[in-house]
C-alpha cells in the first residue's frame, strides 16, 4: 500500500468516525440515519447521472451492496440506541476485518505478507479488548447483536464493494450508484419499523443529517477508490483506526469515560495499524 493511499484512508477514517459522532450524539439516532441517506441518495443520483451507465456485469454488485448498506445503517442506528459511541462503534467496526480477513485468504486474489496480517489480527485482539466493556460497564447488552449484526454487513459490504468497483473500473460511477440504491432500499424498510413521521423533523435534524451525509458519502467514495489499488483486506483493517478516532471524539467531546482497559485496547489497535505499513 502506498503512502498515499495510507494517508487518504486514515483521512476517510477520520470522516467515518465523525459521522458517527454525529448520529450517535443526535436527538434521534434513527431519523438522523434516516436524513443521512437521502441526501446520500440525491448526491449519488446528481452524480450517476454524469457519468455513464455501469456494464451489466456490474449491476448484481450493487444489488448486494445496497441491501448490505441498508441492512448495516438499521442495525447500527439501532445499536446506538442501546450503547455509547465508545462501546458500539468498536465492536461493529473491528469485527469486520477478521471476517474480510478471512474472505479475502480463502477465496480472493489478494496478497498480504506476514506482517500485514499479524497487523491485522493485533488490530483484532485491540477491538476484542475494547469490546469487553459491554458486559463489564452495565450497559444494555442489547447493543451486541445490534452491533455484531453492523459488523457482519459491513464485512459483507466491503467484500462486494472491493470486487464491484474493480468490475466498474470507475469508482465515482460505482460509489453514486451504490448510495442511490442504499436509499431506495433503506428509507422505506425504515419507514415501516418506525412509521413515515420519522422524516417529519427540524431543521437542526437535517442539517446535521447533512453534515453526516457529507462526511459520509466521502469516507465511503475514499475506501471504495483504494481498494480498486490495494487489497481488499488491508484497506478493510486500516479503515478501522476510526475506532481510535471514535474513542477520542466521545472522550474530549463528549465526555465519555476512558479508562485502562481502553486505554490498552487503544494502543493495540495502534500498533496493528502500524505493522500494516512495515
Known amino acids: 500500500m502506498s503512502l498515499t493511499v495510507f494517508l487518504a484512508v486514515l483521512g476517510a477514517a477520520l470522516l467515518h468516525a465523525s459521522w458517527n459522532g454525529l448520529i450517535k450524539f443526535g436527538e434521534s439516532k434513527v431519523t438522523a440515519m434516516l436524513i443521512m441517506t437521502l441526501l446520500q441518495g440525491g448526491a449519488g443520483l446528481v452524480i450517476a447521472l454524469t457519468r455513464e451507465w455501469p456494464d451489466a456485469s456490474v449491476w448484481p454488485w450493487l444489488a448486494a451492496s445496497g441491501v448490505l448498506h441498508a441492512a448495516y445503517k438499521i442495525f447500527l442506528a439501532y445499536a446506538y440506541e442501546q450503547g455509547d ?15 474480510v480477513l478471512a474472505i479475502s485468504v480463502l477465496f480472493l486474489a489478494d496478497q498480504l505478507t506476514t506482517t500485514e496480517v499479524a497487523g491485522i489480527l493485533v488490530l483484532g485482539l485491540g477491538i476484542s479488548m475494547m469490546s469487553r466493556g459491554a458486559f463489564l460497564s452495565g450497559e444494555s447488552r442489547k447493543l451486541v447483536p445490534f452491533a455484531l449484526g453492523s459488523a457482519v454487513a459491513t464485512a459483507g459490504y ?16 460505482y460509489v453514486a450508484w451504490l448510495f442511490l440504491l442504499d436509499a431506495l432500499l433503506f428509507s422505506p424498510v425504515l419507514m415501516v419499523l418506525r412509521g413515515t413521521g420519522i422524516i417529519r423533523a427540524p431543521i437542526r435534524a437535517w442539517i446535521i ?56 485496547a487503544a494502543a493495540a489497535i495502534v500498533t496493528g495499524v502500524a505493522a500494516t505499513r512495515l
Open 209 to 264: 443529517g447533512g453534515i453526516a451525509a457529507a462526511g459520509s458519502y466521502g469516507a465511503y467514495a475514499i475506501a471504495v477508490w483504494a481498494m480498486t489499488i490495494a487489497p481488499i483486506a488491508l484497506v478493510a483493517a486500516l479503515r478501522e483506526t476510526s475506532i481510535l478516532f471514535a474513542i477520542l471524539i466521545g472522550w474530549l467531546l463528549f465526555g465519555e469515560r476512558v479508562d485502562r482497559l481502553k486505554a490498552a
Open 158 to 173: 466491503s467484500i462486494v464493494d472491493g470486487i464491484g468497483a474493480r468490475a466498474s473500473g470507475d469508482a465515482v460511477q
Open 85 to 99: 459511541l465508545s462501546r458500539v462503534y468498536p465492536i461493529a467496526r473491528g469485527t469486520a476485518p477478521m471476517i
